[in-house]
T-cell receptor
């Protein structure tokens, strides 16, 4: 597509529930990144994919967070047993390949855990 | 390790210049610069790579000092549209080139 698309744009969920956040990157971009951003802070790295594989998942906070990119395009970030501290804007970005290119960010999913 | 940006905030009049700094405690491979307006996604401005030269984008340019492990973003003759929060993202080795760590941003306000 023309840009990075993220759905939903807003998600309100109850504490303890499971959520899935979807990212559709720019066509042809092999690298896909997940960040989350809290108010007044910079984006915090979660995970990035090169193709279908997770090249670096060192930013995932704990085992409640998991992400997949089964066909090398669309990615889903999955959060189990959500906690109020998970509330943030989850940003997805893509680039033609990792390292030497800037990121194109999507508009984000605002997750609120109540 | 998160890079440190300075200043945290700056207020300018249209036409004035500003410099935003980004410092890392680790050797840098790359530095990205982004601008984010309230409620919107960060927008890529430029990337500087180790061994590369100073980059420019309209009236916005940046430098990369490998020895000092820092980058600076220069905004000249600022316009109202330059208002927003500027983030630097740093990459630290070519083998893990995809991971960038962002600073907490510098908020720039340009007034008429």
């Amino acid at each position: 597509g023309a840009g990075v698309s993220q759905t939903p744009s807003n998600k309100v969920t109850e504490k303890g529930k499971y959520v899935e956040l979807r990212c559709d990157p720019i066509s042809g971009h092999t690298a896909l990144y997940w960040y989350r951003q809290s108010l007044g802070q910079g984006p915090e790295f979660l995970i990035y994919f090169q193709g279908t594989g997770a090249a670096d998942d060192s930013g995932l906070p704990n085992d409640r967070f998991f992400a997949v990119r089964p066909e090398g395009s669309v990615s889903t970030l999955k959060i189990q047993r959500t906690e109020r501290g998970d509330s943030a804007v989850y940003l997805c970005a893509s680039s033609p390949s990792p390292g030497n290119y800037g990121y194109t960010f999507g508009s984000g999913t605002r997750l609120t855990v109540v | 390790q998160q890079p440190v940006q300075s200043p945290q905030a700056v207020i300018l009049r249209e036409g004035e210049d500003a410099v935003i700094n980004c410092s890392s405690s680790k050797a840098l491979y790359s530095v990205h610069w982004y601008r984010q307006k309230h409620g919107e996604a960060p927008v890529f401005l430029m990337i500087l790579l180790k061994g590369g030269e100073q980059k420019g984008h309209e009236k916005i340019s940046a430098s990369f000092n490998e020895k000092k492990q820092q980058s600076s973003l220069y905004l000249t003759a600022s316009q109202l549209s330059y208002s927003g929060t500027y983030f630097c993202g740093t990459g630290h080795c070519n083998t893990n080139a995809g991971k960038s760590t962002f600073g907490d941003g510098t908020t720039l306000t340009v007034k008429p």
